[in-house]
């Protein structure tokens, strides 16, 4: 669909590339292109204030800012330096500073952009900021951004006038995409990612494998270990309290036992002396009845 290149402003915020081992100990290696938003949504911050405040010396400044609306990427560092956005992957990473809204339109031109940029440095895999800064950024859905970037083409030597590869013919149907999301992520699909599927052209094992590479299904996993450890630890837990009930119940029935075999045993023993007791009158009586001459 192509978009605004606009070049026109250089933010002051940079290491030249020469310079990059002084800074960081490496020389300038571009291999992965960085994903980030310039703010949360709903804190008011648009392209132009942006820019703004990467052209301002002494902050911060990223490679491009780019937005759907109005479908403009301002490049304001020559990817050839260091931006500084990522701090220690700085000497390592093209930044793109995305706009919040995450719009369809976001998406695609950001997806352009992608597509411009690994014409010129290579097949570029796409990280999230965070995973060189520790920020409150809530990154983009690489996995799409991937997709939809392999369905552009890049007119190389003039950024910014390319668009979208006539999509192949599916090889799926929009019944197995159904499927392959309850299947592997556990949810109904979402439009977009529908939508991109079919566009995509893959077999419905890539489509799995995509699915079982993206956040969200590390998300599942970590959320089904987790409830699976609490239900062995509750499970532990009972075993332990049933022990410890049954440990009492012996107890309480080997005390019992030991008291009515002394009952039984005081029982036993006063019958064997009320016997002596009977036969020890018998005998006196007898001893009685022969002294005093007394009859039967």
């Not at 800074?23 to 911050?45: C, F, L, M, T, Y």
């Not at 079919?198 to 270990?225: C, H, M, P, Q, T």
Request: hydrophobic share 40%; proline share 4%.
């Amino acid at each position: 669909m192509s978009y605004q290149y606009l070049t026109q402003w250089d933010s002051p915020n940079f290491t030249p590339a020469n310079l990059t081992p002084q800074s960081w100990g490496v020389n300038r290696q571009i291999k992965e292109i960085a994903i980030h938003w310039w703010n949360a949504p709903d804190a008011g911050a648009s392209f132009e204030g942006v820019v703004g405040g990467f052209l301002k010396a002494g902050g911060l400044s990223a490679h491009y800012v780019a937005t759907g609306n109005g479908r403009r990427v301002a490049c304001l560092v020559d990817p050839l330096h260091n931006s500084w956005a990522t701090g220690p992957g700085n000497p390592y990473t093209i930044s793109i500073e995305c706009d919040p809204a995450q719009s369809d339109a976001d998406f695609d031109l950001i997806a352009e952009l992608i597509a411009d940029i690994r014409s010129a440095y290579g097949d570029l895999p796409l990280v999230a900021h965070n995973k060189y800064v520790n920020t409150r950024c809530t990154p983009y859905d690489l996995g799409r951004l991937d997709r939809e970037a392999r369905n552009k083409f890049s007119h190389a030597t003039d950024w910014g006038k390319g668009g979208s590869i006539t999509p192949p013919t599916p090889k799926v149907t929009a019944a197995q995409i159904a499927a392959a999301y309850l299947e592997v992520l556990e949810r109904s699909y979402d439009q977009g990612g529908m939508d991109t599927y079919l566009r995509s052209g893959f077999d419905i094992e890539r489509i799995k494998n995509e699915l079982r590479n993206s956040n969200e299904y590390a998300d599942l996993k970590v959320r089904k270990a987790q409830a699976s450890q609490a239900a062995l630890d509750a499970a532990k837990k009972a075993a332990e309290e049933q022990a410890r009930l049954d440990a009492d119940r012996a107890e309480r029935d080997r005390a019992s036992a030991v008291a009515d075999a002394a009952a039984q045993a005081a029982k036993d023993e006063a019958l064997v002396l009320a016997r002596d007791n009977n036969s020890l009158l018998k005998q006196i009586w007898a001893a009685i009845k022969r002294i005093f001459n007394l009859g039967a």
